[in-house]
């Protein structure tokens, strides 16, 4: 009996950490690369491919940010002091980062259809700002350098 309790919340948990197409849309999943992968050409279109991001009706993402920290120390960031409105006069709090992180930002520099989406890479540092729940930090909200 016990096992079935946990198959089934096994189950739910991983279901529910799937979007309408099946592709996993965690923080983690979308934005954290710790430690950075090892492609020494054209990082940003061969990450944004193998993580299947893009936006709403397989449009190319503008911008798209790459952490390079451990996800622990992301986490971290759900129990900072710094925490403010997020943008545009929002009533949800964003929390950030008290160090800076190591980071690729990835702009779009040609295409607007996925997968036809090219990007350049840009090596960065800054603070990061997440939305939080009670697991930790939800969505990236942005970057300050």
């Known amino acids: 009996m016990i096992l079935m309790v946990i198959i089934f ?24 690369d710790y430690p950075q992968s090892d492609i020494p050409v054209r990082y940003c279109n061969s990450m944004i491919l193998q993580r299947s991001i893009k936006g709403p009706d397989n449009a190319c993402r503008k911008e798209h940010v790459f952490i390079h920290e451990r996800p622990r120390n992301i986490n971290r960031i759900c129990s900072s002091p710094n925490k403010m409105a997020c943008q545009n006069n929002s009533t949800i709090l964003c929390f950030q980062s008290k160090t800076k992180f190591k980071m ?15 990007y350049h890479v840009s090596p960065t540092e800054g603070f990061i700002l997440v939305t939080c729940d009670d697991m930790g930090p939800v969505n990236l909200q942005r970057y300050v350098e």
């Open 104 to 118: 690729t930002v990835c702009k779009l520099i040609e295409g607007t259809r996925y997968p036809a989406c090219r």
């Open 9 to 32: 919340l096994l189950l739910l948990f991983w279901e529910n950490e799937l979007d309408d197409e099946g592709v996993v849309s965690t923080l983690e999943h979308l934005h954290v």
